[in-house]
C-alpha cells in the first residue's frame, strides 16, 4: 500500500471556547496501516481534536481532508458515515446487555424481525479477526473484564468498516496482562490496513505501538517523535522544557543509580 | 495468515465454540445445572413468583376450597385482564427505569370516555375505544417530552397527571357521577359473559408449542447453515411437550366452569404481542439498552428522546385500553374506576412478576405473572370475607417483598458479574 497520501490530513486546525483558544493551527495526518499517538500533558488539546474528529464539536476554523476529499464533520453520525470510529475512553457499553447486543446497537439487521443469527456470525467473525479472548457472545458484558471490554468497544467501532480509528486513553484503566493484549489487538487493526489515532498519556505502550508520536502542547503543534525518540526528548516536548520537574528527577534518579553503579 | 488459520479451526468446530475456556451444556442434564447455577448468581428470573404463586395458592385452597374451583379461576381471569394489561404499560415505563403513577387515573378518564362519547352523545362504540386510546397517547406524549425537554422527573410528573386525570374523570362523569353501560349490548358481554368456545380453546393450547418448534427448528438449521452449535432439537420437543401439556390441562380445568374469558385472551395476545416487540424488534432492544446506559445507547446513536416517549405512550394509551377493559367488566363508567388500589396493584404486578425498578430489565409475562399473584391474594381474601382493610396491607407486604427480592437480586448480579 502507498504510504504517499494520508486518509486523514489535519490542515491548521482551530477551535475557539469562547476566549480561549483550545487548538490554533493544528496539523495532523494518519495513513493506512499506522498507528499515530497523540500525546500532551491536560490541557494539550488531545481530548478537543478527538472530538472535533468524532465530530461532536465543529472546528472554528481550518480544514479537514478525507481521503482527499474535504469533509466538514458536523454530527457524530457524519464522521462514523464517513468512516472514523471512535472508541470513548468510557467505551459506553451497556452493560445489561450481550456482547452481540453491543456490538450491533443502532445497527441492528432486519430492525422489525431481528436477525439474531447473523448478527452472531458477524460478530464472532469481528471477534476473531481480533484474535480477541471473549468466552461468549452472550453472555452479558457487565460479567467481562476491562481487556475483553475494550476488545468489545473496538470490535464494534470496526462493525461500520471504519477507515480510521480513533482511541481514547485505550489502556489507563487496565491491567498489565490486559494492556498488553489492548496493545497487541492495536496491531492486528494496523495490520488489517487501517489508519489508527491513540490518545494516551502512558509513553510505555506510545512508544510500543505508535509509528509516529505527535506531541501537543497547549493547543499547539510541539513536535513529531517516533518510537525511537528518547524519553528525554518526547518529555521535554510535552512539558515545553528540556529543564523541568520531570528530567530533573530523571537526572537524579540517573545521577543515584551511576553512583551506586560506582560503588 | 492470521484469518486463514481462523478458518481452518472454525471449520473444525462450531464458531462459538472454539473457545475451550467454557462450558457449553447443551444437554438436559447440562441445561438444569445452568439452571441452578443462574439461581445462585442471583438471575431469579419468575422462580420466587412461581414459588410465591404456589405458596399462595396453597394456602388459600387449605382455608378455602373455592378458591381453586374453576368456576372461581375463571372468574380471577376475567378480574386479571383489567390490571393485567394496565401492568403491561408499567413493563415499558419500569424498562427505561421511569414509572408511571397515573395509570389508574387515566384508565379512570378511558373508562369514562366510553361512558360519555358511546352511552350519552350516541357516537360509535369503535370510535369511543379509540378515542380513549388515543387520549391516552396524549397524555403518554406529554409525560415523555416533560421528562425530554424539561428534565422533570417522572415520578413527579405522573404524580401530578395522577391528580389531574382524576379531576379529567370527575369533570366529564358530570354531576351524576356514574354512567351506567347497557346490559346485553357486546360491550358489557365481552367483560362479563363472553369466553372461548371449548374446541378453539383447546386449539388455542396448542399454537405455542407449533410456534415453538417451528421457530426452533428453522433456528437451528440457519445456525447449522452458518456454522454456529445449533443447539438441541431433543431440548425443543422436550420444552414444546411440557407446554402444551400444561396448557391443555389448564384449558380442561377452565372448561369444567364457564371457560377462558375473551377478555382474559384479549390480555395475552397483547403479551405476546409486547414480548415480541420487547426481545425480537430494534425498539425493543433500543429500550433495554436506554433503560441499561442512556449515555452508552445515545452515543450509538440510539434515538433516546424518541425512546422515551414511546415509552411512555405506550403505558398510557395500554392504561386507557384497561379503563374501557374495566368499563366493559363493570357495566358502568363511575367515579371509582381506576380509584383504590388500581394504580399500585398495577406497579406492583409489574415488579412482582420480575420487571426491575432500577430499568433495563424485565419480560412482558412478568406482568401477567405479577398480576395472577396480585389477584389471587385479592380473590383470596374476599372469598374469605376479610375486609379491603386486609387486602390493601397484605398486598402492600407482597410488593415490599417483591421490592426486596428484586434489591437483592440486584446486589447478588452485581457481586456475580452479571448484570
Redesign the interface.
Same mark, same amino acid.
Given at each position: 500500500m502507498s504510504n504517499h497520501n494520508p486518509i486523514l490530513n489535519i490542515k491548521s486546525v482551530s477551535k475557539d471556547f469562547g476566549a480561549v483558544s483550545a487548538l490554533s493551527n493544528v496539523d495532523l495526518q494518519v495513513h493506512a496501516g499506522e498507528v499515530v499517538a497523540l500525546v500532551g500533558d491536560n490541557g494539550a488539546g488531545k481530548s478537543t481534536l478527538v472530538k472535533i474528529l468524532a465530530g461532536v464539536h465543529q472546528a472554528s476554523s481550518g480544514a479537514i481532508e478525507f481521503q482527499g476529499k474535504s469533509e466538514s464533520l458536523a454530527t457524530p453520525r457524519a464522521a462514523l458515515k464517513l468512516g472514523i470510529a471512535t472508541v470513548f475512553q468510557d467505551l459506553a457499553l451497556c452493560e445489561n446487555l450481550d456482547v452481540v447486543s453491543n456490538i450491533f446497537l443502532g445497527q441492528e439487521l432486519k430492525p422489525f424481525q431481528l436477525d439474531e443469527v447473523s448478527m452472531e456470525v458477524k460478530a464472532w467473525t469481528l471477534l476473531n479477526e481480533l484474535s480477541a479472548r471473549i468466552p461468549n457472545v452472550r453472555s452479558v458484558v457487565a460479567s467481562l473484564s476491562g481487556g475483553q471490554r475494550q476488545t468489545v468497544a473496538i470490535a464494534r467501532s470496526l462493525l461500520l468498516d471504519p477507515k480510521i480509528i480513533i482511541l481514547d486513553e485505550p489502556t489507563a484503566a487496565l491491567g498489565v496482562a490486559q494492556t498488553a493484549e489492548v496493545l497487541n489487538l492495536i496491531e492486528r487493526v494496523r495490520d488489517r490496513g487501517l489508519g489508527i489515532i491513540m490518545v494516551s498519556h502512558n509513553m510505555e505502550d506510545v512508544r510500543a505501538v505508535a509509528d509516529r508520536i505527535v506531541v501537543l502542547r497547549l493547543g499547539k503543534n510541539n513536535g513529531i517523535f517516533t518510537s525511537k525518540s528518547s524519553n528525554q526528548e518526547l518529555v521535554g516536548a510535552i512539558t515545553g522544557a528540556s529543564e523541568n520537574v520531570v528530567t530533573k528527577r530523571e537526572k537524579r534518579l540517573k545521577n543515584q543509580s551511576n553512583s551506586t553503579r560506582e560503588k | 495468515m492470521?484469518?486463514k488459520s481462523?478458518n481452518e479451526s472454525?471449520q473444525a468446530s462450531p464458531?462459538?465454540r472454539?473457545?475451550s475456556?467454557?462450558n457449553h451444556s447443551d444437554d438436559f442434564k447440562g441445561m438444569i445445572a445452568n439452571f441452578f447455577g443462574r439461581i445462585k448468581s442471583g438471575d431469579l428470573g419468575s422462580l420466587p413468583v412461581i414459588i410465591g404463586l404456589i405458596v399462595i395458592w396453597t394456602v388459600f385452597s387449605i382455608m378455602n376450597p373455592v378458591f381453586l374451583s374453576s368456576r372461581n379461576l375463571v372468574n380471577l381471569l376475567f378480574d386479571s385482564s383489567i390490571v393485567g394489561v394496565i401492568a403491561l404499560g408499567i413493563v415499558c415505563v419500569l424498562m427505561l427505569g421511569e414509572i408511571d403513577l397515573s395509570v389508574g387515573s387515566m384508565s379512570g378518564v378511558g373508562s369514562a370516555i366510553i361512558g360519555v362519547l358511546w352511552v350519552n352523545m350516541g357516537a360509535p362504540l369503535p370510535i369511543a375505544i379509540i378515542t380513549a386510546i388515543i387520549s391516552g397517547a396524549i397524555v403518554g406524549a406529554l409525560y415523555g417530552s416533560l421528562r425530554n425537554r424539561l428534565g422533570m422527573p417522572s415520578f413527579v410528573s405522573t404524580l401530578s397527571g395522577l391528580l389531574a386525570l382524576l379531576g379529567l374523570q370527575l369533570y366529564m362523569l358530570g354531576r351524576t357521577g356514574s354512567i351506567n353501560l347497557p346490559y346485553g349490548s357486546s360491550m358489557v358481554n365481552f367483560g362479563q359473559l363472553m369466553v372461548v368456545p371449548a374446541w378453539l380453546s383447546y386449539c388455542i393450547a396448542i399454537i405455542p408449542a407449533v410456534v415453538i418448534i417451528f421457530n426452533g427448528l428453522r433456528?437451528i438449521s440457519?445456525?447449522q447453515r452458518?456454522?454456529?452449535s445449533p443447539g438441541s432439537k431433543k431440548l425443543l420437543f422436550i420444552k414444546a411437550t411440557l407446554i402444551t401439556i400444561t396448557l391443555l390441562g389448564i384449558m380442561y380445568y377452565l372448561n369444567l366452569g364457564r371457560g377462558l374469558p375473551w377478555m382474559f385472551t384479549l390480555f395475552i395476545c397483547l403479551v405476546v404481542l409486547m414480548d415480541y416487540a420487547l426481545t425480537?424488534?430494534?425498539?425493543g432492544?433500543f429500550m433495554? *439498552?436506554v433503560?441499561?446506559?442512556a449515555? *452508552?445507547?445515545r452515543? *450509538?446513536?440510539?434515538n433516546v428522546k424518541k425512546i422515551t416517549i414511546s415509552a411512555f405512550v405506550v403505558c398510557s394509551s395500554l392504561a386507557a385500553l384497561g379503563g374501557v377493559m374495566a368499563a366493559s367488566r363493570l357495566a358502568s363508567a363511575s367515579q371509582q374506576a381506576g380509584t383504590g388500589d388500581v394504580n399500585l396493584n398495577a406497579i406492583a404486578a409489574a415488579v412482582i412478576g420480575g420487571t426491575s425498578l432500577f430499568g433495563?430489565?424485565g419480560s412482558a409475562y412478568s406482568a401477567l405473572l405479577g398480576i395472577i399473584v396480585i389477584q389471587s391474594i385479592s380473590n383470596g381474601l374476599t372469598l374469605l370475607n376479610l375486609s379491603s382493610s386486609f387486602r390493601f396491607m397484605i398486598t402492600g407486604a407482597v410488593l415490599a417483598i417483591a421490592v426486596i427480592i428484586d434489591s437483592l437480586a440486584r446486589q447478588s448480579?452485581?457481586s456475580?458479574?452479571?448484570?
Open positions: - | 492470521l484469518t481462523n472454525s464458531l462459538d472454539s473457545d475456556r467454557v433456528s440457519k445456525r452458518m456454522n454456529l425480537r424488534t430494534q425498539w432492544r433495554k *439498552a433503560g441499561g446506559n449515555e *452508552a445507547a452515543r *450509538a446513536g440510539v433495563g430489565r448480579r452485581a456475580h458479574g452479571q448484570a
